[in-house]
């Protein structure tokens, strides 16, 4: 009787699972529920962790390494689980303005990061179709994570697809021609990176959303300033008395009124979608013509909050369409030899890239400098 009342409940409970599972969310059909589960399971690192998968393209492969790539085994395989699904949907906010958090950007960095480190590991195993892999997923997470609509995880997401090409640089001369071309083929495939246009369309227009909003509920000048702190940048033990003064000095700016801050933040309105525009045209005649917009709003207090990183985004843009230049190149020459180079023009200052050889493999260089003031470039195996 038991079993018979237990193999009941068995068909019961197995019907209505059934029945749930076709009526509701295809699970599989957004990667981001991948990447989330994967980034819930990461283990908590120490600080000499991090230290090594921040470095994860020169840390040792050691035994401290493969503890690290041990524990993270389940967050890498959820990773590979959502590189199979193009949809990535984050499900990102922003009732709460520049206060919306990004949980996403800091765990893709490390999860990308952890997936270089074995992708390094496997190379010297000589598994190279398994590194691969890992390179591809890395780069995939990077694209992915761009899919929010935020300007800031953009340039997470550009840092990761740098991050990736350069571990993956190293033992390309290492490669036959039948897995070089294959891999050409999964990079070409790779989903695009977020626009950040549209991110500043509907994100940053959100923000400005939000910033009027919260001004109209504040019910007296104490409490707007209260509010106005976020505009500060102070840092130290006397943090809160400088961001209180910054404040201060940004209210008097706006006329000393809350109408004032209301009036110049709806005159920023018609610049979100014209500084949309200006993304998309190239890197030397976007920061001419954005230049002459900031210069029309030197006087407006909140289009100088608001807009400044806008530059930044542009530069970072105009730095990952060179390096995915450059890997392309390297892939090319690799193949073809530094002849094919002419087919692959420098996407913003235009003209080939400088070609060095060395002992091991070769090196392809910009004349667009980075952040660090040197030319962008991509080293193809190693000097050692």
């Given at each position: 009787m038991l079993r018979a009342l237990c193999l009941t409940m068995a068909l019961v409970l197995l019907h209505s699972g059934s029945a749930f599972a076709e009526s509701g969310p295809d699970s599989n059909a957004n990667a981001a529920l991948k990447y989330w589960q994967a980034f819930a399971t990461?283990?908590?690192?120490?600080?000499a962790e991090n230290q090594k998968i921040g470095d994860c393209l020169t840390t040792p492969l050691d035994d401290s390494a493969r503890k690290i790539l041990t524990n993270s085994k389940y967050s890498l395989t959820m990773m590979h689980y959502a590189t199979a699904i193009p949809h990535c949907e984050w499900g990102i906010t922003f009732e709460d303005g520049v206060y919306a958090r990004l949980p996403h950007a800091s765990p893709a960095r490390v999860l990308s990061s952890l997936a270089c480190l074995r992708a390094r590991k496997r190379f010297e195993a000589g598994q190279n179709a398994e590194a691969i892999d890992d390179i591809v997923a890395a780069m995939t997470l990077g694209r992915q994570a761009t899919k929010d609509g935020t300007l800031v995880v953009g340039l997470v997401g550009y840092a990761i697809d740098h991050r990736a090409t350069e571990a993956l640089s190293?033992?390309?001369?290492?490669?036959?021609?039948?897995?070089?071309?294959?891999?050409?083929?999964?990079?070409?495939?790779?989903?695009?990176?977020?626009?950040?246009?549209?991110?500043?369309?509907?994100?940053e227009k959100a923000t400005i959303d939000w910033f009027i909003r919260k001004v109209k509920e504040t019910k007296d000048e104490?409490?707007?300033?209260?509010?106005?702190?976020?505009?500060?940048?102070?840092?130290?033990?006397?943090?809160?008395?400088?961001?209180?003064?910054?404040?201060?000095?940004?209210?008097q700016k706006?006329?000393?009124?809350?109408?004032?801050?209301?009036?110049?933040a709806e005159e920023t309105r018609p610049f979100y979608e014209n500084s949309a525009?200006?993304?998309?045209?190239?890197?030397?005649?976007?920061?001419?013509?954005?230049?002459?917009?900031?210069d029309k709003q030197a006087a407006n207090p909140v289009y100088k909050v608001f807009f400044p990183a806008l530059n930044h985004v542009r530069r970072s843009k105009a730095a990952a369409d060179v390096r995915s230049a450059l890997f392309h190149a390297a892939i090319a020459v690799q193949l073809d030899g530094k002849d094919s180079l002419k087919d692959y023009?420098?996407?913003?200052?235009?003209g080939p890239f400088e070609y060095v050889a060395f002992q091991g493999g070769f090196g392809l260089r910009s004349t667009m400098k980075g952040p660090n003031d040197k030319p962008l470039s991509i080293t193809v195996g190693s000097r050692n």
């Open positions: 990461l283990p908590v690192f120490t600080d190293v033992y390309l001369p290492k490669l036959d021609a039948k897995t070089i071309k294959a891999l050409k083929a999964r990079v070409d495939a790779l989903p695009p990176f977020g626009s950040p246009s549209r991110a500043v369309i509907v994100t104490k409490s707007l300033l209260s509010f106005l702190k976020f505009v500060g940048i102070s840092e130290g033990k006397d943090r809160e008395a400088g961001l209180a003064r910054e404040a201060r000095e940004f209210f706006c006329g000393g009124t809350a109408e004032g801050v209301l009036k110049f525009k200006l993304l998309d045209l190239p890197l030397d005649e976007f920061q001419k013509q954005f230049k002459a917009q900031s023009p420098d996407p913003v200052v235009g």
